[in-house]
């Protein structure tokens, strides 16, 4: 049954939205589709972000979807977790007013998300494919394995976007669009996702931690609201850098 704001927006009571939680994945019904709180389209769980109650109250991000306690589920976007904080859907979902939902939680989402990027990168690098640094970069893309994805820091000089760019273009002119490219970390972060100090270039090359590295950056891009293709980031490789393309 559906109720009404007073500015019209549509809001599920709490029997309805308390139907919506679930002990997470592995511990339901199997191949079970979860449902968006706020959307209320059912997808599987890998497509969506489960959140739980921390000990504390608090409405926490369970990415792995393996938190104790019943959870809640939204579409993995800024937007939609924005709305599930102005709905108050999670204090009707987990039937209590003390459900804090911190007005930041959006940013809380990236931040996980992120770490998580870094994460894969860091065991990535550690399964051997990652090569770091201005020249293996440029002699990686190439071998005659070329990469799988470039990596660049969103704080790096255009310059040398410009010059990995071109090397991109010799091995595969007008392919180049099938390429992605990773530039949502700063120095700072490749650094530590890499363990070596003033990482500006990186890529991945091929084997299983690349792609699910790229996973990974496809979810935070995605949660952002922003390119998740080779082909529709495209002034990435005009020796743009991420902070250009926010100006």
Do not use: Y
Not at 7 to 27: F, H, K, M, P, Q
Not at 111 to 126: H, I, T, Y
Not at 197 to 219: F, K, N, Y
């Amino acid at each position: 049954m559906m109720g009404q704001h007073a500015d019209g927006d549509d809001i599920e009571t709490e029997a309805d939205s308390s139907a919506l939680l679930d002990a997470g994945v592995g511990r339901g019904r199997a191949n079970a589709l979860r449902t968006c709180l706020v959307t209320r389209v059912a997808q599987a769980p890998s497509s969506l972000i489960r959140f739980v109650l921390g000990p504390d109250g608090s409405v926490v991000p369970d990415l792995r979807a393996r938190l104790p306690g019943r959870g809640a589920w939204l579409t993995p976007t800024r937007s939609v977790v924005n709305e599930a904080v102005k709905r108050r859907a999670f204090q009707r979902a987990f039937k209590t007013k003390d459900a804090a939902a911190a007005p930041d939680l959006a940013d809380r989402v990236a931040e996980v998300l992120r770490a998580d990027l870094r994460q894969s990168l860091s065991l990535a690098n550690k399964a051997g494919c990652v090569v770091a640094g201005f020249a293996k970069v440029e002699s990686a893309i190439g071998d005659k394995a070329g990469v799988s994805a470039v990596i660049q820091a969103s704080d790096g000089s255009a310059d040398g976007r410009r010059k990995i760019v071109a090397a991109l273009h010799r091995r595969h002119g007008s392919a180049i669009s099938g390429i992605p490219v990773i530039d949502d970390l700063s120095n700072e972060e490749l650094d530590m996702a890499l363990g070596r100090d003033h990482v500006i270039h990186a890529a991945l090359v091929a084997g299983v931690g690349g792609s699910g590295c790229l996973a990974r950056w496809r979810r935070l891009r995605s949660f952002e609201g922003l390119a998740t293709t080779a082909e529709e980031a495209g002034p990435a490789r005009d020796g743009q850098t991420v902070s250009d393309l926010h100006d």
